[in-house]
């Protein structure tokens, strides 16, 4: 009961903010395709335009080293190539899109401090990521994850009362209305919470959540492969069409999803995939590294050669968000982001009710007792 009540007081805020922000970012590319059309608005249909092609006129744009490229889909139809301007974990990122039907640069901007992405960021570090922010939110995590199941033991009912306990009744009074209305928003968000926080956890404390994964199955540390430097010093990189055609190869039927050029603590290319058919919330699923020189496979981490344990570690920003379920999981997570309002607004006024209680009782146990102490030569 005590540890319920002070990590929604302590913390329910705080849950609040990071529920509202993480409800936008389940849509936050539709959001933002809707606030930047002319970033998005190719103009015509056709996919002309490589790979190769597309970074070249991304970096005519914008010399800044390519981290990544994202590939044309339903929500973004548009070549997107993501430049670090600056080096380290805090580098400012800007974004350029390229036209995929004729190659022309539709835009560039400043990502880090655009709009749907300072939402992101005030998400996943509370705008605090050189001072701890993402850990605070990973901990932030921990709490929403002990105080659903502490609510979950709070709440757990009798036999034959676990649809009363998950309704809203009608003719009581508006301070049982309140506790009807945290009960059941607590008992019909339990599950999408407890998931949201558990994955939110394991995003932000991967080496702490793997061994835990572990005692099920395997769960391997993220690679970054590298690959020894061709003695011929002639040899020619392969080009991201040639390294794309091997990557098909590799996983036909699967559509790419986005390409990581080498950097220096990697100098492989990574390609990852999503599904055919599937939402394209659910950016990947499944990546290979290859050899720049040969297009040859390094490593490889899909579906097919994974563990279940690492199957987990690479699907928990899926299911975080809900996008591992497609739009239903979506509009769960959506809808359960603003659960932790509700039961704030609830609980604190549950609390102070309470507290308004418990002072009328001792206020009208202290006036019995001044009462009796009056009567006392009465009764001598």
Known sequence: MLLHRWIGLVAG??????????????????????LNPALYNPLGSERNVTAAEAMQAAAAADPAPITSIIAPDTTWPVWIAIHAHGKGPHSDLW????????????GRRDY??????????????????????RELVGVLGLCLLCSALSGLYLWWPRPGRVWRSMSLRKGVSPQRFV??????????????????????????????????????????PYPSPKVATPLDKNARKLSADQILERARAAQPGANIALL????????????????AGADPALRSRGAIWLDPWT??????????????????????LWLHNGATFGAIGRLAAFVSGFAPLVLFVTGFVMWRNKRRAR????????QRVSGNLGSLPDML
């Not at 939402?119 to 605090?128: A, E, P, V």
């Not at 990581?260 to 599904?275: A, C, G, K, M, Y």
């Not at 490593?299 to 570690?313: C, I, N, Q």
């Open 13 to 34: 805020a705080l849950l609040v903010l990071i529920g509202l922000t993480g409800s936008f970012n389940v849509f936050y590319r539709e959001i933002d395709a809707a």
């Open 295 to 316: 297009g040859d496979i390094v490593h490889a981490r899909t579906s097919d050669v994974m563990s279940a344990g690492d199957r987990y570690v690479t699907e928990q």
């Open 95 to 106: 974004t350029t899109m390229i036209d995929p039907s004729n190659g022309a640069v539709l």
């Open 112 to 133: 880090t401090n655009a709009f749907v992405f300072t939402i992101y960021r005030l998400h996943s570090s509370l705008l605090l990521r050189e001072w701890w922010g």
């Open 359 to 366: 002072r009328l009782a001792n206020s009208n146990s202290r």
């Open 260 to 275: 990581n050029p080498p950097t220096e603590s990697r100098n492989t290319w990574r390609v990852l995939f999503r599904p």
């Open 179 to 220: 506790v009807d209305i945290h009960n059941a928003a607590g008992a019909w968000t339990l599950p999408a919470l407890a998931m949201i926080a558990a994955t939110g956890v394991g995003i932000v404390f991967p080496d702490v959540m793997r061994p835990v994964i572990g005692l099920i199955s395997i769960a391997t």
